[in-house]
């Protein structure tokens, strides 16, 4: 049985793009405002650079860089996360936000 292997680019600048929920509600300042803050505070603590990055309504782009040992996924897990529990206390809601 062949297993699938993931390609591991240790120090590597990488472009994201992430597509938001099409169900949430709109968006407005203050949850701009919320992910800039969750962004930041995980940059922080997890040491990866941010080169660049912007938010839209449907979508959120930036430029990457995770250094040696932290993985992409792992630091875009840690934003997502962070920003979905912030967000969903903003909005005294429970689940995917």
């Known amino acids: 049985m ?3 292997r993931r390609s591991f680019l240790p120090d590597r600048v990488f ?3 992430v597509r938001l929920l099409l169900r949430r509600r ?3 300042e203050r949850d701009f405002a919320c ?3 969750c962004l930041d505070a995980v940059r922080s603590r ?3 650079f ?3 990055w912007v938010f839209l309504p449907n979508y959120w782009h930036a430029i990457l860089f995770p250094a040696y ?3 992409t996924s792992e630091a875009m897990n ?3 996360l962070a920003s979905t529990n912030a967000l969903g206390r903003l909005r005294g809601e429970a689940g995917d936000v």
Request: glycine share 4%; no cysteine; hydrophobic share 45%.
């Open 35 to 37: 992910r800039v803050g």
């Open 69 to 71: 040992p932290l993985t």
């Open 15 to 17: 472009f994201l793009s």
């Open 26 to 28: 709109d968006v407005v």
């Open 2 to 4: 062949s297993r699938v």
């Open 78 to 80: 840690s934003v997502t």
């Open 50 to 52: 941010l080169t660049a």
């Open 46 to 48: 997890r040491r990866f």
